[in-house]
């Protein structure tokens, strides 16, 4: 029999790299199960509250919003990037305090030294010795390190037009290879010329980029350079949008 108020043994613990990989896919789940389009019970103002949710900020709807971030994946999506430049901002005042640290003791080293009267000793110079001549052996030619080559790879999205906030499950995943790419992304049909941005997230990665659509024999194209080489396979988000627009978000496997 099971004891249940017993403590779990050490074999029956995850591992950490165990919890991270549970932790990333609840991520995962989290980020694309849970589609939202109509934005359905969603709260007034979310994205002013999910920012204040990111940012470990105290107010009455707290944990009614954390509750809905479990069935929401829009919100959960937003509430992620809030999380990440909270993180972003508070390493940069870490490095800010750890550099003025640096500077004040350096400052307050020269201090005591100039107010101690301490003086510098003259170092004896070196004594030189001339090496007996060896016969030199030719070092091996150094082989630059050749850059992988670029992949042409095409997204046809003609035929795709969804609401805004929704992911387009019903003609299956679109599929993009892993390394670096000259991607051409034909935009779904009636789409507009002028800025976009682009954006592939997903299993702890995420690639963004901005470019300009242009029409080319009636197919609005977006022209992007992109690097998945750190990428998994696995499955992916891509999200489209107009600048000043909502997002277009698409499924996407890498392989």
């Known amino acids: 029999m099971v004891d249940s108020t017993s403590k779990p043994s050490k074999d029956d613990s995850l591992s950490p790299k165990e919890e991270r990989?549970?932790?990333?896919?609840?991520?995962?789940?989290?980020?694309?199960?849970?589609?939202?389009?109509?934005?359905?019970?969603?709260?007034?103002?979310?994205?002013?509250?999910l920012k204040a949710l990111a940012w470990l900020r105290r107010f009455p709807e707290a944990q009614q919003i954390i509750s809905h971030l479990g069935s929401c994946s829009p919100c959960y999506q937003e509430h992620e990037e809030f999380v990440r430049q909270r993180k972003s901002r508070q390493t940069l005042y870490r490095l800010?305090?750890?550099?003025?640290?640096?500077?004040?003791?350096?400052?307050?080293?020269?201090?005591?030294?100039?107010?101690?009267?301490?003086?510098?000793?003259?170092?004896?110079?070196?004594?030189?010795?001339?090496?007996?001549?060896?016969?030199?052996?030719?070092?091996?030619?150094?082989?630059?390190?050749?850059?992988?080559?670029?992949?042409?790879?095409?997204?046809?999205?003609?035929?795709?037009?969804?609401?805004?906030?929704?992911?387009?499950?019903?003609?299956?995943?679109?599929?993009?290879?892993?390394?670096?790419?000259?991607?051409?992304?034909?935009?779904?049909?009636?789409?507009?010329?002028?800025?976009?941005e682009v954006r592939i997230a997903g299993r702890g990665h995420s690639l963004k980029a901005k470019c300009q659509a242009a029409v080319r024999d009636h197919i609005t194209v977006l022209t992007v350079g992109a690097d998945t080489s750190a990428f998994e396979a696995g499955r992916y988000v891509l999200a489209i949008r107009q600048v000043g627009w909502g997002w277009y978000r698409y499924p996407l496997k890498m392989k």
């Open 21 to 49: 990989e549970m932790r990333e896919t609840l991520r995962d789940i989290f980020a694309t199960d849970f589609p939202n389009p109509e934005r359905r019970e969603c709260p007034e103002n979310a994205e002013a509250k």
């Open 96 to 196: 800010a305090a750890v550099a003025v640290l640096v500077v004040g003791v350096g400052f307050w080293a020269s201090w005591r030294f100039l107010t101690s009267g301490g003086t510098i000793l003259p170092q004896p110079a070196p004594i030189v010795q001339t090496p007996q001549s060896q016969p030199q052996t030719p070092e091996p030619p150094v082989q630059e390190k050749q850059p992988p080559e670029v992949q042409v790879a095409v997204l046809d999205l003609t035929k795709r037009g969804v609401a805004r906030g929704e992911s387009n499950n019903s003609q299956g995943d679109l599929v993009l290879p892993i390394g670096r790419l000259k991607l051409s992304i034909y935009l779904p049909i009636g789409s507009e010329e002028g800025a976009y």
